[in-house]
């Protein structure tokens, strides 16, 4: 079996779940906007977790908003049955690895508890269900200021993940094994994410600068531009709401690194004031993205990205 997931600290977390139930033989790494484009080539027998659902893989696992019609698609059941045997699982959750979790623990166990029973006794282990609840808080954004400014386990871990450097893939998969077998201190002393981990907390301060010079505050909405600026040092990425903190959202523009001509536009709460009402994964569809309520990305052609980008800050602007 394959697994096709997202290079993201979710998307490995799935990883490590999977790998312990399933025999997984080799992986896809793709972002979400090469999902919903059509521009992977799915398999019978494809694994599937934390993004878009394809119609020829085998299991889907998935808790964005904006993919819950296709759940119903894949099973032939609602959207109020959030696990299926042999089909995986789709619910609205802090995490796709919750979901995964899930998965396994309820809709499978007794069908695998023979055949994968050190698999589920790992499953059920206070070590992996730390882990989870760490991707729930991560992916969920549950973070503190304390997290944010001194970010320590697995929050400064996830930090060293970026899904856009193909070139990583050997890390990637490094991480799911590490995730997956060992704790989190046996983790953080293995000698390239000590080293990853040492390399964000010492950019923190340079990218600080970067965000206070292409930041501006237009009522209660951050906007980020960061075109034009190469090598940026992103792996904080809630930093930003740490010097803003009566904003409630924030427009991020950049330059697609993976597509030429196209301008990455990306909304989220401020996860230290999320009194926002828009839901950000719906705005997004319109303009071919997607995601949570609270949290999303789209690609656009560069020559309809100042009109999508006014069209967007007018949306998420309260008067």
């Known amino acids: 079996m394959r697994l096709v997931t997202r290079a993201d600290f979710d998307g490995l977390v799935c990883g490590a779940l999977i790998t312990l139930m399933e025999q997984i033989d080799s992986y896809l790494f793709v972002e979400p906007k090469f999902m919903q484009d059509g521009q992977v080539e799915i398999r019978r027998g494809d694994v599937i977790a934390n993004l878009p659902y394809h119609p020829n893989c085998t299991l889907w696992f998935d808790h964005h908003v904006t993919n819950a019609f296709a759940w119903c698609d894949h099973t032939g059941q609602s959207e109020d049955v ?164 009566t904003a409630n959202i924030s427009v991020k523009v950049a330059e697609d690194s993976q597509r030429p001509n196209t301008t990455a536009i990306s909304v989220g709460y401020n996860i230290f004031n999320p009194t926002s009402n828009v839901n950000v994964g719906e705005l997004l569809k319109n303009y071919g993205g997607g995601g949570h309520k609270v949290v999303g990305s789209s690609r656009v052609p560069d020559d309809k990205a100042e009109q999508a980008l006014r069209e967007i800050m007018a949306a998420v602007k309260e008067v």
């Open 82 to 245: 959030p696990l299926v045997p042999d089909k995986g699982g789709f619910r609205i959750a802090p995490s796709a690895a919750r979901v995964v979790y899930e998965y396994y623990t309820v809709a499978m166990r007794e069908r695998l508890r023979g055949d994968r029973g050190r698999g589920m006794e790992m499953l059920d282990s206070p070590r992996m269900k730390y882990l989870l609840d760490e991707a729930d808080k991560i992916d969920a954004a549950l973070l503190t200021p304390e997290d944010v400014l001194h970010p320590a386990g697995y929050v400064l871990i996830s930090m060293t993940i970026d899904g856009k450097f193909a070139e990583d893939e050997p890390y990637w998969l490094k991480l799911i094994d590490y995730l997956r077998d060992k704790t989190v201190e046996e983790t953080l002393r293995e000698p390239e994410i000590a080293s990853r981990c040492e390399k964000i907390l010492a950019d923190q301060e340079r990218l600080k600068g970067i965000l206070l010079a292409r930041a501006k505050l237009d009522g209660n909405v951050i906007l980020l531009d960061l075109r034009g600026i190469k090598d940026i040092p992103e792996g904080n990425r809630f930093l930003l709401y740490t010097l803003f903190p």
